[in-house]
């Protein structure tokens, strides 16, 4: 019998075998409950062509103060899909992840945490839930981030020290027509 063993830090042990040696804390290590629920799901994010959201059916735009922090979610059901690519005029730390209606924020999963200027991809809601990031401008310079977003979303919410915020689904202005 001829058993491959893949990297460990991919966290894939198609046969087992990794889980019996104990090689599986290699792709968790360092990662809290939320990133490590995060990492086992397959198919939540993949590469968006081009890196643009053509024709987005949402945009939302925030200038963050040094050391500032938003969080912002969209509404999906489970199994639809969302594109987005969000820039900023510079790096910032940002967290995507997703928490169910049913379970809340103890179920939360975290697909993506880092610090970034960007980030764009297609999302497939693993559950019902709200979906989206958690910003921080880590900083001494003001920071402007602009999100765009299509797709299945249903509502968008944000977070932020004063509470949560019903926000409705805004398209990019439209340039007026020459004539």
Do not use: C
């Not at 198609?14 to 090689?23: D, F, I, K, N, V």
């Not at 804390?25 to 490590?36: A, D, K, P, R, Y």
């Not at 839930?129 to 958690?134: A, D, F, L, N, V």
């Amino acid at each position: 019998m001829l058993v491959f063993v893949l990297p460990a830090e991919f966290g894939k042990d198609p046969t087992g075998l990794g889980r019996a040696l104990g090689l599986e804390v290699l792709s968790t290590e360092g990662m809290n409950e939320e990133q490590i629920r995060g990492a086992k799901r397959e198919g939540v994010l993949a590469e968006l062509p081009g890196g643009t959201v053509a024709n987005p059916q949402d945009r939302y735009t925030i200038e963050l103060a040094p050391f500032e922090s938003t969080e912002f979610k969209y509404t999906l059901k489970e199994g639809e899909q969302m594109r987005f690519a969000w820039t900023a005029t510079g790096p910032i730390d940002f967290d995507m992840h997703a928490h169910p209606f049913e379970g809340g924020e103890e179920l939360t999963e975290s697909y993506a945490i880092t610090k970034a200027p960007a980030q764009s991809g297609i999302y497939t809601a693993p559950f019902t839930g709200i979906h989206g990031w958690y910003w921080q401008n880590r900083t001494m310079d003001n920071v402007t981030l602009t999100l765009d977003a299509s797709g299945a979303m249903t509502t968008s919410t944000i977070f932020d020290q004063f509470g949560d915020h019903p926000r409705e689904l805004a398209p990019p202005a439209q340039a007026p027509e020459e004539s």
